[in-house]
């Protein structure tokens, strides 16, 4: 687990300044992954208080900039953020109560990226979404 020293060492590798609001997104992020703005607002805000939303839409943006955080939508559903960067993993979402995990590619270590036919383009990132029902949904119908 990244400690508060790990997250700071993080923004300073992409020379942004270390604050609080920063760092507590950060360390948010890191411990909910695929957490939509609403959740990380509140766990912010429970973390070091007094941040108000734009705030905390800021860093956000800052540092899915960066690079530090990725920001997902399924369609259909609000912008989620998460701090497994770099890998270009794909996610799996449910149709019923919207969770999302990780899903490894199937492919090699940079996978994905050879389009049966390109069309000319250079591709440089693939993303897939698996669509379905989660454990808790698919048992829910099925009884
Ligand atoms: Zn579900
Ligand atoms: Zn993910």
């Known amino acids: 687990m990244p400690t508060t020293s790990d997250f700071e060492r993080m923004l300073r590798g992409v020379a942004l300044r270390v ?4 760092v507590a997104v950060l360390a948010a ?3 909910h992954p695929h957490a939509d ?3 990380i607002i509140g766990i912010v805000r ?8 734009q ?4 860093v956000l943006r800052a540092l899915t900039a960066a690079g530090l955080l990725r920001r997902i939508e399924p369609p259909g559903s609000v912008a989620r953020y998460e ?11 449910c149709r019923s109560c919207g969770a999302v995990a990780d899903v490894d590619c199937a492919v090699g270590a940079t996978p994905c990226l050879t389009a049966s036919d390109a069309h000319g383009f250079v591709i ?9 029902l989660c454990p808790g949904c698919s048992t829910a119908t099925s009884s």
């Open 83 to 93: 701090a497994r960067v770099g890998d270009n993993h794909h996610h799996v979402v």
């Open 29 to 31: 992020v890191n411990d």
């Open 55 to 58: 705030a905390v839409y800021d």
């Open 46 to 53: 429970k973390g070091i208080g007094g941040v108000s939303h």
């Open 124 to 132: 440089d990132e693939a993303e897939v979404i698996y669509w379905g």
């Open 37 to 39: 703005t609403d959740s």
């Open 19 to 22: 604050t609080r609001p920063r």
